[in-house]
């Protein structure tokens, strides 16, 4: 009794589409329940997507610049917010369709598949947990200039996987999101100031007062440095042949262009007042003797170490 009562009801015909075209083309019950369903599905997922897009994504959109939201951190979430639009308008477009509970069926079909997709998602989700992290601690930015390990550059673009990061040598490094949480990232434009350390090595004859009066003097002299904290000058080394004279300057509104800019243009000022001061600045003399020739590294104009 059950086998032909189970017969019954798979030969109703359900649903208005079902039912126009079992009149109008007559076809089966069941094919006119199948394609029927199929319709359904792609009408109202379909109408539901489209709904989305022209009223949430805008609302959402409107809520992030509310906030003030850069474009670094709005990017991530209007996608987030398409993908929930689709999988809504998945989800009713499966009820509309008679296909029972979208929610259940993913749930059967992820219990199943779960071990799997974990080994083999296992550098995606790191990637994606990562750029997660990188949005809501805001390690750095759009346009900041970075360095990491061996590299440095500056971010032109942040997605939820790989960040974009363009060397100062015009190449683009396409690098996963977990290389830049793992380790130590240094942004040095992360404040709206950055200070600049710079050694001058002159010779032990020289006078040392004499040096750092020029040293300040071409800092306060330079437009770009701050006066405000002022310059500052410390013995840092005595080397084997030179003096270390630590500079300390500050910028404002800081930029690698600016950095190397205003650092190179203020070490030549300096090295010019030097040499019209008679001051030394130390270099490496090379002596041969039998034959063999030997160097002897006077100290150099160098920059400090962080």
Known sequence: MTGPVGIALQTEVTGAIAELL???????PQLANAIGSAITFFVVAVAVYLLGRVTVVPLVNRVLKARNLDAHARNPLQKITGIIVGFAA???AFAFAGYGNILTAIATVAAAATLAI?????????????????FTDEPFRIGDWIEWDDHAGVVEDISLRVSRVRTFDNELLTVPNSQLTDGVIKNPVAKDTLRLKFVFGIGYEDDIDEAT?????EAENHDGILDDPAPSVRLTELA????????????????RA????????YVTTVKNRFDEAGINIPYPQRDVSGGLEFENVEGVVEPADD
């Open 213 to 217: 009066e020029i040293i300040i003097a």
């Open 22 to 28: 079992a009149d109008t083309l007559g076809l089966e």
């Open 258 to 265: 600016d950095f190397v800019k205003i650092r190179g243009e």
């Open 90 to 92: 998945i989800s009713i």
């Open 118 to 134: 974990g080994f083999a998602m296992q550098e995606v989700i790191k990637n994606f947990v990562a750029g997660i992290f990188i």
């Open 240 to 255: 084997d042949s030179y003096v270390g004279l630590q500079s300390r300057v500050w910028i404002s509104n800081p930029s």
